[in-house]
């Protein structure tokens, strides 16, 4: 037996571990990657590393949530459509400035929206059910209906306390964090650090995107989708560009990449084949191989290792391997570095929109979108799911996690989907 | 009665129309902005302009998916654990390499995954199946099972064939489409211009988020979240920061930013208070008011104008009004722009996650969260739904559309839930 076949059968060896085994080994050297402060003006989708504490209550003075007249409800007791109840209108205020002093009985104040009740007024009566008139230079204003002490009054805080928790920190700021952020007075926010992720292509058959084909010859597409993928997940790409076959050169390659990332992504390279460098690289470097065989489809090759505490994810060269991959292990390792509270991607019950004949004894996922039809959610496969069929990516929004077993799996029956474009997340894998 | 009352009777006027002729009468305003060619690099969720189509069958030859020997599964058919074939393997190809000429029978082609099938092989046999030797300098193969025509390859067009149109113009950029470009070949593709949309807010209760809270004032949240909507929406983000109470300058204001933008927001001013300063600026610049009170809550006196086919959206100055007017109005006009193929937000029929016993006679838009339960897609209100309060906003994902009517709606009850963290969208907005 030659030189080549003893590696490839040591190779053989690889023993497949459950996918659930896998993410745990992976999770257990995710690491938080500390926080740095951006503007408000720049910190949509970052992550927020401090909770948001309501500063003042909300609001922060009774104000008026319409246009019209403050007043004393006690003054309109007996206001009926054959009473008319007139009132003195001493004032007006718009919203940001304040009355100039307390009402006394009798008395009105003009009030904008969202202006401050003056000191006195119990109660907004709205533009539309007052009449006014002027007399003598003097301002009046008639009601026909009974007020109630609190009517069209926003109290103070009742929308929020003082010192409340609003958001904890580990929430992905979506307009409406970033509208409490600016309320609350945050010109600028502590948010988790994005992780630098490194990326590396492997693989002789690899042209480049503005390549012309060649016989026997691929564009690579890898790097592209996995780039979009880490941009998705929160991190910021690293594109070494292609490894060469060569160990040596690869080796170094990678060393001097893995120096200057966050984490390392390769994308081929890793199954058992005579071409595959990177199981020797990871020997070489003496990262710590975490697993390089799991059960599941696609993507059983995935390996991950570990050195100094950072990883290196060597995804599989087939580009749906390559995507599940990413999604199952790398994703949750970006999010934690970022500071995700939730970091694993949802998962939800679902009912299958559409046969998948085929059984499989390892778990599989099968790339899906997500449906709705009159309160049911559904997922259906997004296309043929050959492993290496990369034009149903371009529908997918799901992934279904089929449980490996005997039997295939009809429309309606219970399925759970992983959902990919969703910022809810989820603590734990399971 | 005074002219302020004059012009504030003239504004009840106002004639509430419903929600779908509102979004009608906009989209009628809404245009595509054109397209530009962007690297494949920076086309993250950007939106295709034009159709990518399949320059080349996928994959463009017949391929193997696995490392093994390729050749003629004739040669197998007296193979069986006691009569071991033996094969003499002429050469090795790896991954973008071919065979140097087509083989014979009796012969094999070590062949690595992804590689293409040497002409006269039409099977390919695992690794794990084969013994290999080397005899007098010769590598020979022995399988002692069956093959089958076909077995192991990846015919040539199998996935995808020439001239398929894969991904439609009007479509997302996501991970896997943007895979399809590299795949054929697009280092630059056409894209949808992004709009730039103007933004002003108005209100002299607004202090800016770095300044210190002042009695009967608030601080400036709608700005920086109608930013981060229209940054989600896909739109370029022009802030002209706060409109002056003065008319004059406020009217100057509004003129040169209009020039400068492809649609323009404020939030506030729209109301029918003493302040509110849109409906005049509107006047003023011969705008055509498309409507300027909506059958719904919050948001009613949202208010969109056109002047020269460009849109002015005058959105409420309560937060959550400003939010859900922002959603129904002003999103879909941003997707067309972009060149969107289904510029709504995606509605979908959902259960009632919680009671919502308060009756209204409009249409209501609830905050919401999406939530799954086996199978089942259900929709809650976000937290308080009072129309000022800015908290819910956090935790919103989706919009509860409750008709108008006398009574409430409880858990369980059939509700529609417009998404607003989907990318799906759909093409019409009912």
Redesign the interface.
């Known amino acids: 037996?030659?030189d080549t076949?003893r590696i490839?059968d040591m190779k053989?060896d690889r023993k497949p571990i459950p996918v659930t085994d896998a993410v745990t080994k992976v999770m257990e050297y995710a690491r938080f990657g500390g926080t740095e402060e951006v503007s408000?003006?720049e910190c949509?989708n970052r992550i927020l590393a401090e909770d948001i504490t309501a500063?003042?209550p909300?609001?922060?003075?009774h104000?008026s949530?319409y246009?019209g007249f403050a007043l004393k409800a006690e003054d309109t007791k007996e206001a009926g459509s054959d009473n008319p109840v007139t009132f003195h209108v001493i004032e007006?205020v718009?919203?940001?400035?304040?009355a100039s002093r307390p009402i006394e009985s009798g008395e009105a104040v003009?009030i904008?929206?969202?202006?401050?009740i003056p000191e006195g007024a119990d109660c907004v009566a709205m533009?539309?059910i007052c009449q006014?008139?002027?007399e003598n230079g003097k301002s009046y204003m008639t009601i026909k209906r009974q007020m109630e002490e609190g009517q069209n009054v926003?109290e103070k805080g009742?929308?929020?306390s003082h010192g409340d928790v609003?958001?904890e920190k580990g929430?992905n700021?979506?307009?409406?964090?970033?509208?409490?952020?600016?309320?609350?007075?945050?010109?600028t926010v502590k948010v988790g650090r994005r992780p630098v992720v490194g990326l590396f292509a492997t693989?002789?058959?690899?042209l480049d995107?503005?390549?012309?084909?060649q016989?026997?010859?691929?564009?690579?597409?890898?790097?592209?989708?996995?780039?979009?993928?880490i941009?998705?997940a929160g991190g910021i790409v690293k594109y070494y560009g292609k490894l060469e076959d060569d160990f040596d050169t690869c080796y170094q390659a990678v060393t001097n990449a893995f120096a200057e990332v966050d984490m390392l992504i390769t994308t081929g390279g890793v199954?058992?084949?005579?071409?595959d460098l990177m199981p020797e690289i990871y020997e070489k470097l003496e990262a710590q191989v975490l697993f390089n065989k799991i059960a599941m489809r696609p993507g059983s090759v995935t390996t991950v290792a570990e050195k100094d505490g950072k990883l290196l994810f060597g995804l599989s060269?087939?580009?749906s391997a390559c995507?599940v991959g990413f999604e199952l292990y790398t994703f949750p390792v970006i999010q934690r570095y970022s500071g995700v509270a939730k970091p694993y991607h949802r998962k939800?019950?679902?009912?299958l929109g559409k046969d998948f004949p085929k059984p499989n004894p390892f778990t599989r996922f099968v790339r899906g979108y997500i449906h709705?039809?009159?309160?049911?959610?559904l997922v259906s496969p997004a296309g043929?799911d050959?492993?290496?069929?990369?034009?149903?990516?371009?529908?997918?929004?799901a992934l279904i996690m089929l449980p490996g077993g005997t039997r295939g799996f009809a429309a309606g029956n219970?399925v759970q989907a992983i959902l990919l474009?969703?910022?809810?997340g989820q603590a734990t894998f399971e």
Chains 1, 2 share one sequence.
């Open positions: 037996m030659c076949e490839v053989f408000i003006n949509e500063s003042h909300i609001p922060p003075f104000k949530p246009d007006q718009g919203a940001g400035h304040r003009r904008m929206t969202g202006a401050e533009f539309e006014t008139q002027e926003i009742s929308e929020t609003l958001v929430t700021i979506n307009p409406g964090v970033k509208a409490l952020l600016a309320t609350f007075g945050y010109p693989g002789t058959e690899l995107v503005d390549e012309k084909l016989p026997g010859k691929i564009r690579n597409s890898n790097a592209y989708m996995i780039a979009a993928q941009e998705r199954s058992v084949g005579d071409f060269g087939n580009p995507y939800i019950a679902a009912i709705y039809e009159e309160g049911k959610v043929m050959k492993s290496a069929v990369v034009t149903t990516l371009a529908n997918t929004d219970a474009e969703d910022s809810t």
